[in-house]
Nanobody, 115 residues
Framework: QVQLVESGGGLVQAGGSLRLSCAAS????????TGWYRQAPGKQRELVVV???????IYADSVKGRFTISRDNAKNTVYLQMNNLKPEDTAVYYC?????????WGQGTQVTVSS
């Protein structure tokens, strides 16, 4: 069993920055991939970024150059640094972990970007 707790969301003006955190606990000894997804009102959940254990990191075109994923293994925490935020980045952001063949999700954190 794996538990994910996100934090760091909030309200920010366009052009501002936020850093999301995702703290993992439980059986996380075999993490295959770590990622962030988001879901805007009335839209499907979409990939923001995924970082594979082999080193490959894939960003959505809409966030390339603005968002950066990182991981602190000592703290079992994944971060999403979001710079130059735009109103279209407004969404609930979810942390995702693939452990073995299973996927785990956090509860989500709201990010709202005002124009």
């Amino acid at each position: 069993q794996v538990q994910l707790v996100e934090s760091g969301g909030g309200l920010v003006q366009a052009g501002g920055s936020l850093r999301l955190s995702c703290a993992a606990s439980g059986n996380i000894f075999s993490i295959n991939a770590t990622g962030w997804y988001r879901q805007a009102p009335g839209k499907q959940r979409e990939l923001v970024v995924v970082m594979h254990s082999g080193g490959t990191t894939i960003y959505a075109d809409s966030v390339k150059g603005r968002f950066t994923i990182s991981r602190d293994n000592a703290k079992n925490t994944v971060y999403l640094q979001m710079n130059n935020l735009k109103p279209e980045d407004t969404a609930v952001y979810y942390c995702n972990l693939k452990v073995g063949s299973l996927y785990y999700w956090g509860q989500g954190t709201q990010v709202t970007v005002s124009s």
